[in-house]
């Protein structure tokens, strides 16, 4: 289970859903932070950069 975000209520928008990969949304979600540098409150930019090489959008589930 993941923390909420709040310092994006409201701000931001998000949707998807998740099929598979769930241990892999776990690894980025677990990726250490540290202060943005535009707004240090905001505990929010990866120590390491995180890339995503793959993503599937399956029409079935665009409903």
């Not at 928008?13 to 776990?26: P, V």
């Not at 540098?37 to 399956?58: A, C």
């Amino acid at each position: 289970m993941h923390e909420e975000n709040r310092y994006s209520d409201g701000k931001y928008a998000a949707s998807g859903k998740l099929i598979e990969g769930e241990s892999t949304l776990d690894k980025i979600a677990d990726t250490p932070v540290e202060s943005n540098p535009y707004s240090p409150q905001e505990i929010s930019v990866p120590e390491v950069d995180v890339i995503i090489k793959e993503v599937s959008v399956l029409e079935k589930y665009l409903q």
